[in-house]
């Protein structure tokens, strides 16, 4: 069920931003845009569009699409020379090897903007639900969730020396579990319904998500991955692998996913795809 739920929703939202984009003409920085938003899972997507589901909403595509061009702006922008310079994602060049620096930039930026025109603009009849998308997405996106995971990570690395895990823990909840959780919540802000349950989900989600991505730093595979693998190793960088050790690592994930599936019980059997998705989130190659 999952995995047909996961890619319907993911041409879903990648038809919806390839739309948006149709009229842009084909300078760098759109076609930069179009590339940077190809190749990936769609899994934050996915849980916005399955959230909005729940509560009886069968339009949810424009959220998807912001919260798919958020993220693709944090990769792009995460992936130049001046943060992780990196050459490779999802298993194509980078945005600024293909192009150059200044065009990694403005994609970034770009995509960023994007977000916020289909979050605003774009993803409710309701004007106030779209306020609120917007503004909670500003959050999840920026010095209070996701950019300010960002500055700490750079922070650790002339701290001189290694994080605790009670310093990683908070690191990551904002730089990988921001989007999630605002992706867990976006449905039920849309249908105007309570987001205990499903904030509860994405928080147990999103560092499962991350363990999940520095376990296979340490086994999987760089083709399989798209990206370079041992990178954090290799910049003695703390992770919860470091920390934890591989094995508790993974008991550490599985008991996340026990959470995060725990909380969706009062949605009953309804939930059976999003608790399959948690489970995807540990069990994935890439």
Not at 50 to 61: D, I, K, N, S, W
Not at 72 to 97: F, K
Request: glycine content about 10%; some cysteine.
């Amino acid at each position: 069920m999952f995995t047909d739920d996961l890619k319907a929703a993911a041409d879903a939202t990648q038809a919806c931003l390839e739309a948006h984009l149709s009229g842009w003409g084909d300078l760098p920085v759109v076609e930069g845009m179009r590339y940077a938003l190809r190749g990936g899972k769609g899994l934050r997507g996915y849980m916005v569009m399955e959230g909005a589901r729940l509560h009886g909403l069968t339009q949810a595509v424009e959220a998807a699409a912001a919260i798919e061009a958020l993220h693709a702006y944090s990769l792009v922008h995460d992936d130049l020379p001046c943060m992780d310079d990196d050459d490779l994602r999802r298993g194509q060049p980078t945005v600024h090897v293909k192009w150059d620096e200044a065009t990694g930039v403005l994609v970034g930026d770009a995509l960023q903007a994007l977000a916020f025109e289909l979050a605003a603009g774009h993803s409710s009849p309701d004007p106030a639900i779209r306020a609120q998308l917007a503004a909670s997405l500003a959050v999840a996106g920026g010095a209070q969730g996701m950019v300010l995971g960002q500055a700490q990570d750079i922070a650790a690395e002339t701290a001189g020396r290694p994080l605790t895990l009670e310093e990683i823990t908070a690191l990551q909840r904002n730089k990988t579990g921001a989007l999630i959780e605002w992706a867990g919540v976006a449905g039920a802000i849309l249908a105007g319904a309570d987001t205990g349950a499903l904030a509860s989900y994405s928080r147990y989600l999103g560092p499962a998500f991350q363990i999940a991505d520095d376990i296979l730093d340490v086994e999987g595979d760089a083709a399989a991955m798209g990206k370079a693998a041992q990178k954090d190793a290799d910049a003695g960088k703390a992770t919860f692998v470091s920390l934890l050790g591989l094995d508790q690592a993974k008991a550490r994930a599985a008991e996340l996913v026990d959470s995060a599936c725990a909380a969706l019980d009062p949605y009953g059997e309804d939930a059976a795809s999003l608790k399959e998705a948690a489970r995807f989130v540990i069990d994935r190659s890439s």
